[in-house]
């Protein structure tokens, strides 16, 4: 497996409060995404990066931003959470070949009170 | 807009049936096709792919998957089960044009011993 690390891995946080979910990747991968997974959803796409700086929206990006400073990290922030945002949230990445083969991180499980 | 439809969402089985996991993928022009498992616990792992060429696929375990353009669909298939399948079961769709990977809701496959 590539060497994806999620941080953190467990969060529980305040409704209103900001929260930075951080993705970290040694592979040197190209593309690097963010999804959530809900019971009945299966996982959906929050955003996605094709590079450093370039980020792109996903199917469900209302409320949250990325960034992508750097080719190995990719942020993901909730600038107020929101309980319906609660959920668990994986990071993946793809190789430059852009096949869409996913290599997942072992989730962040966020809790918003 | 790409989309993946997975219409069992639970499916319980006896060690040694056969399984058929049904997906229908809506793209209008190529696709690279997936299906992941999710072991209890884990993060998602590749289970197998298609990108072109022959439209039965191999993958890990003894699964198999056949892609046939004509109903838009990627069917996920093992002739016998153990116990040890037991998991969530999703598929995804990469559109030729995008970077996007969109999953399905997911199949939660469970095999009494």
């Known amino acids: 497996d590539a060497g994806i690390t999620q941080s953190p891995r467990h969060k529980v946080t305040e409704t209103g409060t900001p929260v930075t979910l951080r993705c970290h990747q040694t592979?040197?991968?190209?593309?690097m995404y963010w999804y959530r997974q809900d019971p009945g959803h299966g996982l959906r796409l929050i955003h996605y990066?094709?590079?450093?700086?370039?980020?792109d929206k996903g199917e469900v990006s209302d409320g949250y931003s990325v960034s992508r400073s750097k080719t190995e990290d990719f942020l993901l922030t909730l600038e107020s959470a929101t309980s319906s945002q609660t959920s668990v949230y994986f990071c993946?990445?793809?190789?430059?070949?852009?096949?869409?083969?996913?290599?997942f991180g072992e989730g962040s499980r966020l809790t918003v009170l | 807009a790409q989309s993946v439809s997975q219409h069992n969402h639970h499916v319980i089985l006896s060690e040694a049936a056969s399984l058929e996991l049904g997906c229908n993928y809506s793209y209008g022009g190529t696709v690279n096709l997936f299906w992941y498992v999710q072991y209890p616990g884990q993060h998602l792992q590749l289970l197998l792919k298609?990108?072109?060429?022959?439209?039965l696929v191999k993958g890990i375990k003894g699964f198999e998957a056949e892609f046939i353009k004509s109903k838009f669909s990627f069917n996920l298939r093992k002739p016998s089960v153990q116990w040890s399948d037991t998991a969530e079961y999703f598929c995804?769709?990469?559109?030729?044009?995008?970077?996007?990977?969109?999953f399905g809701s997911g199949t939660r496959l469970s095999i009494r011993p």
């Open positions: 298609y990108f072109s060429g022959d439209p």
């Open positions: 592979e040197n991968h190209r593309y």
């Open positions: 995804a769709v990469m559109g030729s044009s995008a970077s996007k990977i969109i």
């Open positions: 990066s094709y590079g450093v700086k370039d980020t």
């Open positions: 993946a990445t793809g190789t430059s070949e852009n096949t869409g083969e996913l290599f």
